[in-house]
């Protein structure tokens, strides 16, 4: 997993000046001060779109190459619950057990998110998160060459951390497509018509989709990457 903790540790090293405000509602933005300049805007547009980018190929790689490995997921709880239940009822525990810790650490990693974003500055905050995740990355790494299963508890806390800062700063999904392929249908089902004229008139490729097509493409990316050097 050496490679994924490159890649994430350069994903949070970007975003290292701290992140974008969130989007406010609308009764907030009324009373808000005046937007940033437009350089200073468009340069924060581009940071989050590198790191939503760096985010979705590195959470293609760390799925892959755990499933192929250790039949467990870095990012997909869905699959580790499912995995760790069907261990229980065939009386596995050992493994129940680990899936159960795969979990935990996952969710310590969304607490660490949730306690900095409620109590730290932005700037301290992000500079937190880039060296917290690099720390969990490369415990993983040293921890794992003893026991995969336990160098994958510290990367499954790691991935906590970031996923929630791609939710709750970048407000964007990152390690799962199937939103993201909901929204795309959605656009192609107006888009051809089959949802009434009005629906087709409204129907626009925007931003949204545009980031969707990304998280596909830079997941998958990293999904293939991560195969290859399984393989190799």
Known sequence: MRAASVLCGLALASAWRGP????????LRRAAPAAP????AAAGNKVQKRLIALLSFNAGVADVV??????????????????????????????????????????????GQRILDQRATPRTKSRVIALATFLLFRCSDVFGGASARRGALWLAAGFGLVNAVSVDVLLTITWMLTIHM????????DAVGLS??????????????????VVLALFAA???????????
């Open 196 to 213: 009434g004229a009005k629906a087709k008139a409204s129907a626009k490729f925007g931003p949204v989709l545009r980031r969707s097509c």
């Open 20 to 27: 974008q405000p969130r989007v406010k509602p609308l009764t």
């Open 66 to 111: 755990l499933f192929k490995k250790h039949g467990c997921f870095a990012t997909m709880m869905t699959g580790n619950l499912i995995k760790g239940t069907c261990a229980l009822v065939d009386a596995k525990f050992a493994d129940a057990r680990f899936f159960a810790a795969m979990i935990v650490s996952y969710l310590a990693g969304c607490s």
């Open 37 to 40: 300049p437009a350089p200073v």
């Open 222 to 232: 990293g999904v293939g990457a991560g195969h290859y050097f399984c393989e190799a």
């Open 182 to 189: 909901q929204k795309l249908t959605n656009y192609a089902t």
